[in-house]
């Protein structure tokens, strides 16, 4: 068992990032039995699901004439255009039936303001719309958070380098974790926590 100031944020194991979801990671499902496993390690353990509305300014479905995986430009910065994936409500949305639910005690949603997208689990991509997991982690007096799941390069990463950013220790468990790879987003993502001192394992 790890020390009770560590918190396992597993980031959208969702079915739409799985094979066969609207925006399949390719393995996605692989590191679900590893993810279970680490639940058993960790007395604070948190999920994230990214849960947007249908009208979401993320998909490229909202912008006549884009494609997807194509790059736009929003009024906080450039942003991918995304097939239409883990709308509020939908089975896409919901959590893959193999993962374990039942040990996490907080699960925070995200991306559901229509006109910003959300890949971090502590702020919009903004970089300053909170999401209230700061706070939450550090009133239960967390220090330290091991972060697992989906995408690798955008998710995960960006929820990585804003806990470094807000003081925590933060791991990346690469194997608990899978990528999307667009236009090398992984190496860099890659390169970018550990420039902003995320353990990258
Ligand atoms: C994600 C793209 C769009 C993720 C979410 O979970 O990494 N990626 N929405
Ligand atoms: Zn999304």
Redesign the pocket.
Known sequence: MRPATEALIV??V?ND?CPGGA?A?AGGNEIISRINALMDDFAAVVL?Q?W?PPNHA?FAANHPGAAPFSLTEMPYGPQ?L?PT??VQGTEGAAFHPDLRTDPAQLVIRK?FRPGI?S?SAFFENDRTTATGLEGYLKNRGITAITLV????????A?SAIDARRLGFAATVLEEACRG?DLNGSLASAREDMRAAGVLVQ
């Open positions: 980031i959208d969702q990032f925006l990671v994230t990214d947007h993320s991918v995304w994936h883990c991306g997208d890949y799941g989906l995408a690798t390069d955008y998710c995960v960006y999307i």
